[in-house]
């Protein structure tokens, strides 16, 4: 497949079912809830703005500890449409896993599921040198010490001009296993999304 030189891949897995008409189908469904293409849209616009007003750069990885919730995909497409780097780590990691993670792909910012924040809480913030901020999702905030995903996404713009990337910029980190060693950061471009 051939990809033009400015390519982005929010905006073909998002914004383009909506240019299409595709806007009322169903894109998530996740228990009760039916979410459709153009409210993914909104809340992924919603959510590059959130990064981008967190100081979010071209480039800086966003460190993503969610389970499988509408909000990770938020977060995810809204990193990458602002050309930022979504770093999603899974849920079942010990608190020295996320340590390294945070340290190796030097995140700006962490959005957390509340479930997840005492294993975080656990690593000394020494150690955590480039983390600027910790945004927590989940059914409420925990405790007023962190900022809500939910009410910052509230607040957020629905508009979002996508960040004029390169086909072969990174879009997104996945960490291997770490079966032989300490986990690694394995790096996915925008066009390889299309590619698989």
């Known amino acids: 497949m051939d990809f033009p030189e400015t390519f982005n891949a929010a905006t073909f897995f998002v914004d383009q079912n909506v240019l299409k008409g595709r806007g009322d189908r169903i894109a998530i469904e996740c228990e009760t809830d039916r979410i459709s293409y153009s409210q993914l849209l909104q809340s992924t616009n919603r959510a590059g703005n959130v990064l981008r007003d967190l100081g979010a750069r071209v480039e800086e990885r966003v460190l993503l500890l969610l389970p499988d919730i509408p909000e990770f995909l938020y977060c995810f497409f809204g990193a990458i449409k602002i050309g930022a780097v979504a770093v999603p780590v899974s849920t079942s990691a010990k608190a020295h896993e ?10 700006g910012v962490a959005i957390i599921h509340q479930d997840f924040v005492p294993l975080i809480e656990q690593i000394p913030k020494d150690r955590l040198r480039h983390l600027r901020h910790i945004i927590i999702a989940g059914t409420i ?15 957020a713009s629905t508009d979002l001009i996508a960040e004029p990337t390169h086909k072969d910029d990174a879009a997104f980190w996945l ?22």
């Open 98 to 107: 996320y340590e390294h993670m945070l340290a190796d792909s030097r995140a």
């Open 175 to 196: 960490y291997s296993s770490g079966s032989t060693g300490a986990s690694k950061g394995c790096v996915h471009l925008h066009h390889d999304m299309v590619v698989c």
């Open 141 to 155: 905030g925990h405790a007023s010490r962190y900022p809500h995903l939910k009410s910052l996404l509230e607040r």
